[in-house]
């Protein structure tokens, strides 16, 4: 692997322009089961819901084996099968609200590789700065990372527990409907998603994955419907795929700052991890 070539990608940038139209916030409480009054006009968009809009529209000729677009353009042409949304950071400086025009600038801020335990790993991180009709409104760093096929017998390593002292929790079932549903609403064709031939067979996986955006978001939902302060920041790490052979949780507690969040396994294994920090 060319690690030079990839890295000539940083610094390339992407400019979009959207609107906070009504349907995708309907159709994502639906997705979520929320109750939630019809947004209006100049209601505020809830936090990471943002990833409703600016969606990949790639023609059909453009489309990977793994439905994703091909390799190249904006992202680097990483020549790894797997690719995971591995994380992100947050800030909020300001709301943004139904029916604003919006503009996101997306810019490619680094390229590494390194060698772990399961072989090569090519770690892509993504600014995006998403602006609104009155200045910036999200400071977005997404985390991408690619790696080879796992190895025949992998032995995953030893999962991390999770914390023992929720005050608020909720379980989640990731039937086909509620994965499927959230793919059609970010226009997002990884098919390790919906296909289970695919993911169980060509990506080896036990069954299909919950996307890493998706667990974020009922993260952000547990804490907006538990605790409620307005947050500046917000970041989350994933450490290991959640499948929708089981069910997981959503946890939180309060802390000082803001507050602690993570998604558990059936075992109380950890499986993603995140951090909300309250303007002050």
């Known amino acids: 692997m060319d690690i030079d070539h990839l890295r000539a990608w940083i610094g390339r940038q992407e400019i979009l322009h959207d609107r906070i139209t009504d349907f995708p916030i309907r159709a ?6 929320r109750a939630d009054p019809e947004p209006r006009d100049g209601d505020v968009l809830p936090l990471l819901w943002h990833w409703l809009y600016f969606l990949p529209t790639a023609p059909a000729s453009q489309i990977g084996p793994d439905g994703h677009p091909k390799r190249g353009g904006f992202l680097p042409p990483v020549e790894l099968p797997r690719r995971m949304w591995a994380g992100g950071r947050y800030k909020f400086p ?3 609200h139904v029916g604003e025009a919006i503009t996101r600038t997306s810019t490619i801020l ?3 590789a390194k060698t772990g335990r399961t072989g090569t790993l090519v770690f892509v991180k993504v600014g ?3 602006a609104g009709e009155h200045g910036t409104a999200i ?3 997404h985390d991408i990372v690619y790696r080879e096929p796992a190895p025949p017998g992998e032995t995953p390593p030893p999962p991390r527990l999770a914390p023992f002292d929720a005050e608020y929790m909720q379980a989640i079932v990731p039937d086909d409907v509620l994965l499927f549903r959230y793919s059609a609403l970010t226009f997002n064709g990884h098919r390790i998603h919906y296909d289970r031939r695919y993911v169980t067979q060509e990506e080896g996986y036990p069954g299909l994955i919950v996307h890493g955006p998706l667990i974020a978001t009922l993260l952000m939902e547990l804490y907006r419907q538990n605790d409620g302060r307005k947050l500046s920041a917000f970041s989350f790490r994933a450490l290991s795929p959640t499948f929708d052979i089981a069910p997981f949780a959503v946890a939180g507690k309060a802390t000082p700052t803001g507050a602690s969040l993570w998604a558990q396994g059936p075992d109380g294994d950890l499986r993603m991890e995140a951090t909300a920090e309250v303007r002050t």
């Open 128 to 130: 995006h700065i998403i």
């Open 139 to 141: 400071e977005e760093e």
């Open 110 to 112: 680094d390229v590494t």
């Open 28 to 33: 994502l409480s639906a997705t979520l089961d």
């Open 94 to 96: 300001r709301d943004l």
